[in-house]
């Protein structure tokens, strides 16, 4: 999930948030603003509610940081390196650099989410019951209680990819000793879910509200999607054992020196050559970036002569510049971000390459060696 609005640091984690963020936190608004309070504390000013609403709607968002959080710290005290959180639509993304090593551990990294989310509403519950002060302040605190009850509770179904889905991977992992059967396990378990929510949806729809029933088929279209998705990765990523990322990278491609003009190195290299990306790399053969077909026909013909390939060069992140001898498994851990999925270095110097095309092509092969 890729960061709209980046909030900063926590703990030494990047905090950022997808622009679907925005639409949530102002339907929140709008609901509270509009009905909810109105509806419990009649006769106040219609500037307290909105103030009441937006105040409410940040405070929500913040719990759901809190929720991600807790699953983040979690996971770096017990070994697994947090890479960023992302709030989103519908909830919030702990990016994590590999996964625990035990079932304990990814137990309590799973776990601790819901409690989090749970303990939120308890505090919320208890200053709404006991606190003095105006009925819609309380009335705020109780919907925030509410929903992060609904939170834990809904994140606790047993079903990937929700942390009840990851919880029920790890007691399958304990008690059968075999990963890849839990993995399974807690995919179709997720699946499952997802078709029922989305059933559920279609009764709500027929018989009762239909916008509660759309937004229960969106979540469960989604949680089935998902947990297709995760089967579908983990599948490939048994059926790459073994496999190297010189077994997949394009080697030895026609690379672009980033001193040369658009113009001589179309004529010279880009015309004879059967690629349609070229990575960009220094005198020394160190990696500089990638370019495309695309980029260099954008370039005017008046300015080709003059403009160098080092300044249309797209960057590859440092993640995504990987040695010919590491497993290709880690490919999947890097999504591709436009046509290039990765470089591949040895030296210093650029050795291969790993296309998008080259993945894709990679993942169906690593399928078919699951299902062969």
Same mark, same amino acid.
């Given at each position: 999930?890729?960061?709209?609005?980046?909030?900063?640091?926590?703990?030494?984690?990047?905090?950022?948030?997808?622009?679907s963020?925005?639409?949530?936190?102002?339907?929140?608004?709008?609901?509270?603003?509009?009905?909810?309070?109105?509806?419990?504390?009649?006769?106040?000013?219609?500037?307290?509610?909105?103030?009441?609403?937006?105040?409410?709607?940040?405070?929500?968002?913040?719990?759901?940081?809190?929720?991600?959080?807790?699953?983040?710290?979690?996971?770096?005290?017990?070994?697994?390196?947090?890479?960023?959180?992302?709030?989103?639509?519908?909830?919030?993304?702990?990016?994590?650099?590999?996964?625990?090593?035990?079932?304990?551990?990814?137990?309590?990294?799973?776990?601790?989410?819901?409690?989090?989310s749970?303990?939120?509403?308890?505090?919320?519950?208890?200053?709404?019951a006991?606190?003095?002060?105006? $009925?819609?302040?309380?009335?705020?605190?109780?919907? #925030?209680? !509410?929903?992060?009850?609904? *939170? /834990? @509770?809904?994140?606790? &179904?047993?079903?990937?990819?929700l942390?009840?889905?990851?919880?029920?991977?790890?007691?399958?992992?304990?008690?059968?000793?075999?990963?890849?059967?839990?993995? $399974?396990?807690?995919?179709?378990a997720?699946?499952? #879910?997802? !078709?029922?929510?989305?059933? *559920? /949806? @279609?009764?709500?729809? &027929?018989?009762?509200?239909?916008?509660?029933?759309?937004?229960l088929?969106?979540?469960?279209?989604?949680?089935?999607?998902?947990?297709?998705?995760?089967?579908?990765?983990?599948?490939?990523?048994?059926?790459?054992?073994?496999?190297?990322?010189?077994?997949?990278?394009?080697?030895?491609?026609?690379?672009?020196?980033?001193?040369?003009?658009?113009?001589?190195?179309?004529s010279?290299v880009?015309?004879?050559?059967?690629?349609?990306?070229?990575?960009?790399?220094?005198?020394?053969?160190?990696?500089?970036?990638?370019?495309?077909?695309?980029?260099?026909?954008?370039?005017?013909?008046?300015?080709?002569?003059?403009?160098?390939?080092?300044?249309?060069?797209?960057?590859?992140?440092?993640?995504?510049?990987?040695?010919?001898?590491?497993?290709?498994?880690?490919?999947?851990?890097?999504?591709?971000?436009?046509?290039?999925?990765?470089?591949?270095?040895?030296?210093?110097?650029?050795?291969?390459?790993?296309t998008?095309?080259?993945?894709?092509?990679?993942?169906?092969?690593?399928?078919l060696?699951r299902?062969?």
């Amino acid at each position: 999930m890729k960061q709209s609005l980046r909030l900063g640091r926590v703990a030494g984690i990047p905090v950022g948030a997808h622009w679907s963020v925005l639409v949530i936190a102002a339907l929140i608004a709008a609901s509270l603003g509009g009905a909810v309070l109105p509806g419990a504390a009649p006769g106040q000013a219609p500037g307290l509610y909105w103030t009441l609403a937006v105040v409410t709607s940040v405070l929500f968002l913040a719990s759901l940081l809190a929720h991600e959080l807790a699953h983040a710290l979690v996971a770096r005290w017990r070994g697994v390196p947090v890479k960023s959180i992302t709030l989103w639509l519908f909830g919030g993304i702990t990016q994590m650099e590999g996964e625990a090593r035990t079932p304990r551990g990814e137990l309590e990294i799973s776990v601790v989410g819901p409690l989090t989310s749970l303990a939120v509403a308890g505090l919320a519950f208890l200053m709404a019951a006991f606190m003095p002060g105006p $009925r819609v302040v309380l009335s705020a605190l109780m919907w #925030l209680s !509410l929903m992060n009850l609904l *939170l /834990g @509770v809904f994140n606790m &179904l047993p079903g990937a990819p929700l942390d009840g889905g990851r919880v029920l991977h790890a007691v399958l992992w304990w008690r059968r000793g075999d990963r890849v059967s839990a993995d $399974r396990a807690a995919a179709r378990a997720g699946q499952g #879910l997802g !078709l029922l929510l989305i059933a *559920l /949806g @279609v009764a709500e729809v &027929l018989f009762t509200s239909w916008a509660g029933g759309l937004w229960l088929m969106i979540i469960g279209w989604f949680l089935a999607g998902a947990a297709g998705t995760e089967m579908a990765a983990r599948s490939a990523r048994e059926g790459l054992g073994g496999v190297r990322i010189r077994d997949v990278m394009t080697p030895l491609p026609d690379a672009a020196p980033a001193w040369l003009e658009v113009e001589e190195f179309v004529s010279g290299v880009a015309s004879r050559s059967h690629q349609s990306v070229f990575p960009v790399v220094a005198f020394d053969g160190a990696p500089v970036g990638y370019v495309t077909l695309e980029t260099l026909a954008a370039v005017p013909p008046a300015q080709r002569a003059t403009t160098r390939l080092d300044r249309l060069a797209r960057p590859v992140p440092p993640e995504r510049i990987l040695g010919p001898d590491e497993e290709a498994a880690k490919l999947l851990e890097r999504p591709a971000i436009g046509p290039m999925a990765a470089l591949v270095t040895e030296g210093g110097r650029v050795v291969g390459m790993v296309t998008a095309q080259d993945l894709s092509r990679m993942v169906r092969l690593a399928l078919l060696r699951r299902t062969g």
